[in-house]
């Protein structure tokens, strides 16, 4: 699979194990993108020009395939700047439209802050309590406190696919049956599911689905609002400008329909074009095998761990409801310190409360190291990471 990747021959002797973060890009998202600027460039939705219709129709069929694969409906799909983008959207003009004083919002411990701050700001602004689902001792959402906690007070209930953190996948479907239960909306921040999971929003009937493309193979700078089309059409604009208008005059406006209603200005044409053919690479992918390939890297680490670093504490215990994703905090070394070692042996890892301060204090730690392992690692990279801990050990305790 490496070889599908150019930054491993950029970097030969890179070992990638920020995933999480963000994912390499294939040879065929470059080339999309490069070939868009080369000989298909102009802008979208406007010209009458061959090059325009063009880049419309090739922009336009993207969203057909995204829409495809995730089982919704091209309306429904709205290209965003990212998940952090779409959540706001959602908390913003969803806010406006469904959120009314006395209401209860259902986040957990676990979000990442770009589900938590956008609701914060909701909260305050139409006067909404947050409650937060906690975590058992094995780190799980706790699903009976879930149950107290989501009640006929909850108007949404928005929660990760899986931890960014913990790697752990949340059990989404028995979380949106109980908001479905009290006439709750639901949200899945699915930054870390899309890369892992076949997503079909249909089944999961979630109201909405939002996710990164950079965390897929695809281009930064574009993601995906999934929203029911009647939601999406109850809500006010998120923001004003060209595209997203149906007339303009001097006293007032009237909005497009889905999905324009959403995409003010001019779009991240190449993005979303790099972003379909990143779907279409996950589609061609096994991704039950590639899950069953992460995990094993995840354990084979965790258990090397433990075999042979006692001062090393994991935060996350392995299982099937799991993306190999693994937390560590050592006794006596920071996790800076840690990444600063593994940078200078070409090791990429992630050191810090990424994005997810409240969890850390959960935790009851500040920062941590993480190693995200993806479909272009194999044990030999988990070896070098190893070594490198080997080595932070030797530096730091001597
Ligand atoms: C679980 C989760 N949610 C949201 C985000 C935010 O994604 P972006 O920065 O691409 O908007 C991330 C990124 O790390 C994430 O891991």
Redesign the pocket.
Known sequence: MKALFPIFNSHPALVYLDS???SQKPQAVIEAIDQYYRSENANVHRGVYQLSENATRIFEESRLRIAAYINAESVEVIFT???????NIVAQSGGQAFLRPGDEIVLTVC?????IVPWQIAAERHGVTIKYIPLTADRRLDLEAARELITAKTRMVSL?????VLGVIHPVREIIAMAKAVGALTML?G??GIPHLKVDVKELDCDFY?F?G??AFGP?GI?VLYGKKALLNAMPPYQGGGDMIEKVTLQGSTWNELPSKFEAGTPHIEGAIGLGVAIDFLKSLPLEKLLAHDQHLGRLLTQKLREEFPRVKILVEPGEDWVGTVTIVHENIHPHDLAAVCDSDNIAIRAGH??AQPLMEVLGVTSTARVSPGLYNDEADIERFLAALRKAEKLFLS
């Open positions: 999480n973060a963000t700047r990212g998940t952090t983008e779409a959540i979000e990442h802050h770009s589900n990760g696919h899986v931890s960014n921040d930054a870390q939002a990164s950079h965390k930064t993601g990424h994005c």
